[in-house]
């Protein structure tokens, strides 16, 4: 019976999780590209300075 319940929760959670992972990935790439262009246009800056 509790094997029943598990298998049909994680089935429930499935459709709701996984797609959400996915736009947790998609977003924490997209932020991190970002990141990084900011960090390079710093550089860029520091370096024209000195």
Do not use: T
């Amino acid at each position: 019976m509790l094997r029943k319940l598990v298998k049909y929760d994680l089935k429930v959670l499935s459709k709701i999780m996984i797609p959400l992972w996915g736009v947790m990935i998609v977003f924490g790439l997209i932020r991190g590209m970002q990141e990084q262009v900011n960090n390079m246009d710093y550089i860029d800056v520091n370096i024209l300075i000195q």
